[in-house]
């Protein structure tokens, strides 16, 4: 079974252009995550899609990020300006279903972002 | 709100030691545990996971974790550690009364030979 594909690895960038994260999750899970994961720290959940539909995005930076699930497979995350702050990996997850939380998720091997 | 605390950023042990990792957590209602690993330069993968049941959750690559609830704990474990185990670790748990998962800051495991 192939794994959560994250593209791309690793992006540089200067403050204030644009950047674009694209996920393709395990095929058949229905529920998608993007996390921010900041040097030293966990990671923070960004936003939650059920299919294409957004379950949760408390935690997105609204005036700068935006992410969509178009057909409910694939996925794209976008930072538009970027900030110094945004620098961080970013991963994408999966899992089979959202019900009670009770099921593992599978993470991609995430993009490192730095701004310059 | 729910979070957890991982009150070690690392852990220190020789090849052939036990291994433990700490973990506490505050949540809502029923709490949903799980741990994972973290190698360089890639996603973290799942180790295990508790729901229900049988206190003590056995895992992948000999890993096993206690379940605590009065003393609100999930413990990761695992009776003789390899230097393959070198890892960042992290706990995260959700709740019934939510289903996001939150991550703790994990901890560092290095392993001697």
């Known amino acids: 079974e192939a794994g959560v594909a994250q593209s791309p690895r690793y992006k540089i960038i200067e403050k204030r252009q644009s950047v674009a994260f694209w996920c393709n999750p395990i095929s058949g899970h229905a529920t998608l995550y993007w996390y921010q994961q900041i040097l030293g720290q966990g990671p923070k959940l960004l936003i939650q899609f059920q299919n294409n539909g957004v379950v949760d995005d408390s935690q997105l930076p609204k005036d700068r990020f935006s992410a969509e699930r178009l057909k409910g497979v694939d996925s794209t995350l976008k930072i538009q300006p970027a900030k110094l702050e945004d620098s961080a990996v970013y991963l994408c997850?999966?899992?089979?279903?959202?019900?009670?939380?009770?099921?593992?998720?599978?993470f991609g091997p995430g993009t490192r972002l730095t701004v310059l | 709100a729910q979070s957890v605390a991982q009150p070690e950023d690392q852990v220190n042990v020789a090849e052939g030691n036990p291994l433990t990792v700490k973990c506490t957590y505050s949540?809502?209602?029923?709490?949903?545990l799980f741990w994972y690993v973290q190698y360089p330069n890639r996603g973290l993968q799942f180790l295990l996971k508790?729901?229900?049941?049988?206190?003590l959750v056995k895992g992948s690559y000999g890993f096993e974790a206690e379940f605590n609830k009065s003393q609100t704990s999930f413990h990761l474990k695992k009776p003789s550690a390899l230097v393959s185990d070198s890892a960042l670790y992290f706990c995260?748990?959700?709740?019934?009364?939510?289903?996001?998962?939150?991550f703790g800051a994990g901890t560092t495991v290095t392993v001697r030979a």
């Open positions: 995260a748990v959700t709740g019934s009364n939510d289903y996001k998962l939150s």
């Open positions: 949540v809502s209602g029923n709490p949903y």
């Open positions: 508790y729901i229900t049941g049988d206190n």
């Open positions: 997850a999966s899992s089979s279903s959202w019900t009670g939380g009770v099921n593992e998720q599978f």
